[in-house]
């Protein structure tokens, strides 16, 4: 199983970027994917989540309007995380993960099922 994110970089604030989520070992037909934002010197949360499933998304309230996840329907197994309007405080690394073992449990994204194969992350930076 393999999760590689790719995408970031340095970007001014209000610019856009869009970062790719690439998947192998697993069907994403299945499961779900999730997206994640450390800032610096803060923990991990959860910013988004797509099930492979039947599509239903998860947005962090705060950033729904700003942020779009989606699943590439030709690739079968790549997400994306649009993000536009970005803003100082969403600098930080970008994780993609999924929940294989748990899922089964309760397939829902909106319930924050625990994920345990994770992505090594992309650095996002918004300065100007």
């Known amino acids: 199983v393999q999760l590689v994110e790719s995408g970031g970089g340095l970007v001014q604030p209000g610019g856009s970027l869009k970062l790719s989520c690439e998947v192998s070992?697993?069907?994403?037909?299945?499961?779900?994917v999730g997206w994640f934002h450390q800032a610096p010197g803060k923990e991990r949360e959860r910013v988004s989540c797509?099930?492979?499933?039947?599509?239903?998304?998860?947005y962090k309230d705060s950033l729904k309007g700003r942020f779009t996840i989606s699943r590439d329907n030709a690739k079968k197994n790549t997400v994306y995380l649009q993000m536009d309007s970005l803003e100082p405080e969403d600098t930080g690394v970008y994780y993609c993960a999924s929940p294989l073992s748990t899922w089964y449990r309760n397939p829902s994204c909106s319930s924050n099922p625990d994920y345990d194969y994770w992505g090594e992350g992309t650095q996002v930076t918004v300065s100007s």
């Open positions: 797509i099930s492979g499933r039947d599509g239903s998304t998860y």
């Open positions: 070992g697993f069907l994403l037909d299945a499961f779900a």
